[in-house]
């Protein structure tokens, strides 16, 4: 059965959220938002490319920091409104310079940063 991504099911904005995981160790990276030609354009080429709200353009990851995605497997939830994608995260995920976007940890009603930038 050939996939087609306008069968997923997307927000009154077109979107739908794309979470990012390291292939290799299972490690959630990030999470960002696709649109129908978003996840075209990552099965097409391999590189993970999101939909940038704040902007209203594609996002190619790492076009311009370096810190690439490439599509390893591309997953759906049951309800087709959530990706899960296995990547290979070349450099930090973050904006901030992170591994991962999920650095802060709530304990005991507190923030805990759990992780520095790389480099």
């Known amino acids: ?35 129908a030609e978003a996840v075209a354009r990552t099965l097409d080429t391999g590189d993970v490319t999101y939909w940038s709200r704040s902007r209203s353009e594609f996002w190619v990851k790492g076009a311009t920091s370096g810190n690439t995605q490439r599509l390893v497997e591309l997953r759906f939830d049951c309800d087709r409104d ?19 976007c999920f650095y802060t940890v ?10 520095a930038p790389m480099g």
């Open 1 to 35: 059965m050939s996939f087609d991504p306008a069968s997923l099911t997307y927000n009154a904005q077109g979107l739908i959220p794309a979470i990012a995981q390291d292939a290799t160790s299972g490690e959630v990276l990030m999470m960002a938002w696709m649109n």
């Open 82 to 100: 959530c990706l899960l994608m296995q990547v290979t995260q070349d450099g930090p995920a973050c904006h901030t310079g992170r591994r991962s």
């Open 106 to 115: 709530v304990e005991d009603g507190d923030e805990r940063i759990t992780a």
